[in-house]
């Protein structure tokens, strides 16, 4: 039976989900030889609004391309994690930017709280690498992707001149990953 | 880590168009932007000038379809991509198209409608625009992709297709397929199988743009190759001008309408999975295929003899093929998101023989496996 791992990431639009979608999806696909689909939902708003983008990783082929029954959940506003949590499956994991989502919802999940917008503020003096930093913590914590495909992923989808900010935004998120397992202990998946 | 292949691609469906339209031999691309169509028009205005091609972003949708016309009577192949409010828009140019039998390919990613609708979000609202959108009896070939790699496959085909039978051809996707980012291995340029339209074989004097022969498929000059004919929306003759004769109207626009009929076998593609045996036919297309696909697997798993058979000619449609493949089974279920424009024409191909059980969204959201697989079990 072929596995299928799924992952949304949600937020608020402009946040650089679908980018880090894009991201993982080619990490997947391209240099680990899964296969990977990555879809969006947005409103017609260039900023702001419930943005989301998933990713459906699988060693078979990916009908259904998007998320029903959630492993990981990435939410970096209140509103994002409000709207889309009813597809988390039971067990899975809630990413949440401890700073923007205040009020956990109820249910039968793993919660994982960590500044990722701050971190990325104070760490790095951008904001914007917020995307990317979750993207290292999910790496991480999912372990469904080698670090080496999603650094090379990054290389190749972020703007020109922005890789090496970007792949230090990645480690960041690593490095707040593991400090939270070690602190907290492993995660059941 | 694997070393990545070069061939492999992670593209988005309406990549994926572009760079099919580039294989294929497209030069000119005239458009508008509307999401979400967009990125069609994003890479084609990068990637066209690379390969001697034109772009050029248009006024408006109308124009961009007149643009595209012109394009193909220069001797370029052409297309345009657009959305439903600027589909709506070509409709009239898309007629004349048919009319002047111009080979051109028109992108139309369905988004929720009417009107505005939801631009972001995916429809399949326009089965029958696609096919009477434009006034008049005319025959049209609509194809439409469930995935990234079948984009790649068809924009080629619809390329093919419009050159061989000097007509407009329809590539009808979906938001979801079109914004949709997965694997795809492009293939060699050379097992694409290009075809270009007949050009002339006699001297400028003795032409016929609209010639009656054998093929029904009239040999086409370029513009500037020192033929030169008459190009009209009018009803015309053979020399291309306009005419009332009645019985030179009638035998025009009865080949016109011919060349597609008779060539439909060729044209009309199917996909069926475990139909073999089914007593249940899920029948779909674009996007919701991939829902009824999943949806129909889950069922065998349980020991339900369901089949799926998807569309991916939607006109001419594949009125034959359905009536023969649904014969034994009992019930018939028609998933897509509108209210119901292909069940209405499944209906009719099976002579409501059995029962069609519609499965519709128009909300903005995809039709779910489950919501598919919920009609299978459901008791008659």
Partial sequence: ?189 | METPNPNVKMWQGNVACAEAALAAGCRFFAGYPITPSTEIAEVLSRRLPMVGGNFIQMEDEIAAMGATIGASLGGAKAMTATSGPGFSLKQENIGFAVMAEVPCVIVNVQRGGPSTGLPTHAAQGEVMQSRWGTHGDHPIIVLSPCSVRETYDMTVRAFNLAEKYRTPVILLSDELVGHLTEKVEVPPIEQLGIVNRKKPLVSPDKYLPYELNESDIPAMANFGDGYRYHVTGLAHDETGFPTNNPEKIQVQLERLNRKIDRYRDDIVEIETHYTEDADILVISFGSTARSARRAVINAREKGIKAGLLRLKTIWPFPDREIEEISAPVRKIIVAEMNLGQIAHEVEWATRRSKPVVRVNKINGEPITPNEIFNAIIAQD
Avoid at chain 1, 85 to 98: F, P
Avoid at chain 1, 107 to 117: H, R
């Fill in chain 1, 1 to 189: 039976m072929a596995f299928r791992y799924e992952v949304r990431l949600s937020g608020s639009g402009g946040q650089g989900l679908i980018l880090v979608g894009k991201v993982l999806a080619e990490a997947a696909a391209i240099y680990d030889g899964l296969n990977a689909t990555q879809s969006q939902s947005y409103g017609p708003e260039a900023r702001g609004g419930a943005s989301r983008s998933e990713v459906i990783i699988s060693d078979g082929d990916i009908d259904y391309p998007k998320a029903e029954n959630i492993d990981i959940l990435l939410a970096l506003t209140q509103e994002a994690c409000d709207k889309y949590i009813v597809d988390l499956k039971e067990g899975g994991v809630l990413l949440i930017d401890s700073q923007m989502v205040t009020k956990i919802p109820e249910g039968n999940f793993q919660v994982v709280a960590i500044p990722i917008i701050q971190s990325a503020v104070e760490r790095l003096g951008k904001f914007l690498v917020s995307n990317i930093i979750a993207l290292g913590i999910i790496t991480k914590l999912s372990g469904i992707v080698s670090e080496d495909s999603v650094k090379h992923a990054i290389r190749s989808r972020v703007p020109k001149g922005t890789e090496e900010i970007n792949i230090t935004a990645f480690y960041t998120g690593i490095e707040l990953a593991q400090k939270w397992l070690d602190q907290n202990g492993p995660l059941n998946t």
